[in-house]
C-alpha cells in the first residue's frame, strides 16, 4: 500500500468516522444539557422563542453599529473566507467527483476560472485573519493553541490543493490515473486532519454557532432586550 492508497483507504475512512461520530456527540452533547426554568414571566411584547432564536442568528451576522469600524474589516474578511472555502469546496469539478465516489451526490461545477479567484482569496483571508489575530493585542491575548491549530488545519488544504492546479479539471477528470500521487496523497492527508480535528476544536462553530446565538436571543428576548 503506498501513500496514495493510505490516503484514500484507511486514513479516509477514519476522518470520516470520527468527523461524524465528533460531531454528533457534541451535538448530542449540547442538546442534552438541562434547561434552568425561567423564574421571571416575559416582558410584555416579547416574541415567541422560535422568533427570538432567528432574530438572534440573523442579527449576528452582522456587527452592531456600537462597535465602530474596527469589526468591520473583520466581519468583511470572515464572510470571503467562509464563501471562497464554499466554493472551492462545493463548486470545483474534481471535489464534487470526490463527493459523489463516496456518496453518489452530483451537481453542476463552476468554471475553472472562478475556483482559482475563491481559493486565491480565500487563502489570502486565511493569512490576513492570521495576521489580524497576532497583531491585536487583546485577540492576540484571548487567543489559545485551539485558535492556531485550528488555522493550520485549515490553511493547509488550501495550499496543497493549489499546489495540484497545473492543468484544467476536465483533463484531470478525463485521464485515467494519477500524475502527481504525491501530492495528491499529502492534499487528502491534511483534509483528513482537518476532519479529524474538526468535532473538538473550534471549527465546530460551523455546526454551533446557531444554537448559542439563538439561546442568547432566547434570554435576551425574555428579559426585554431587543
Do not use: C
Not at 488555522?151 to 488550501?158: D, I, N, V
Amino acid at each position: 500500500m503506498d501513500l496514495l492508497e493510505f490516503a484514500r483507504g484507511p486514513a479516509l475512512t477514519l476522518a470520516l468516522v470520527v468527523f461524524v461520530a465528533g460531531s454528533l456527540w457534541r451535538l448530542l452533547g449540547v442538546l442534552r444539557r438541562p434547561r434552568l426554568p425561567d423564574l421571571s414571566p416575559a416582558r410584555e411584547g416579547a416574541p415567541p422563542k422560535w422568533m427570538a432564536a432567528l432574530r438572534a442568528i440573523g442579527r449576528g451576522m452582522w456587527p452592531r453599529k456600537a462597535f465602530g469600524q474596527g469589526v468591520l474589516l473583520i466581519s468583511l474578511n470572515g464572510y470571503v473566507f467562509h464563501i471562497g472555502l464554499a466554493l472551492v469546496f462545493l463548486g470545483y469539478a474534481p471535489h464534487i467527483a470526490f463527493v459523489h465516489r463516496l456518496t453518489g451526490l452530483s451537481w453542476p461545477a463552476l468554471p475553472d476560472g472562478v475556483m482559482y479567484l475563491a481559493a486565491g482569496a480565500t487563502i489570502v483571508s486565511l493569512l490576513l485573519a492570521l495576521w489580524l489575530r497576532l497583531t491585536d493585542p487583546v485577540r492576540k491575548m484571548i487567543s489559545n493553541a485551539d485558535d492556531l491549530i485550528t488555522w493550520t488545519l485549515t490553511f493547509l488544504p488550501m495550499v496543497t490543493g493549489m499546489a495540484l492546479l497545473s492543468e484544467p479539471s476536465a483533463t484531470i477528470l478525463a485521464r485515467d490515473h494519477v500524475v502527481y500521487p504525491g501530492p495528491l496523497a499529502v492534499h487528502l492527508l491534511t483534509l483528513e486532519l482537518f476532519l479529524i480535528w474538526f468535532p473538538f476544536g473550534k471549527l465546530m462553530h460551523a455546526f454551533l454557532f446557531a444554537f448559542s446565538r439563538g439561546a442568547t436571543g432566547i434570554r435576551f428576548s425574555h428579559r426585554g432586550v431587543e
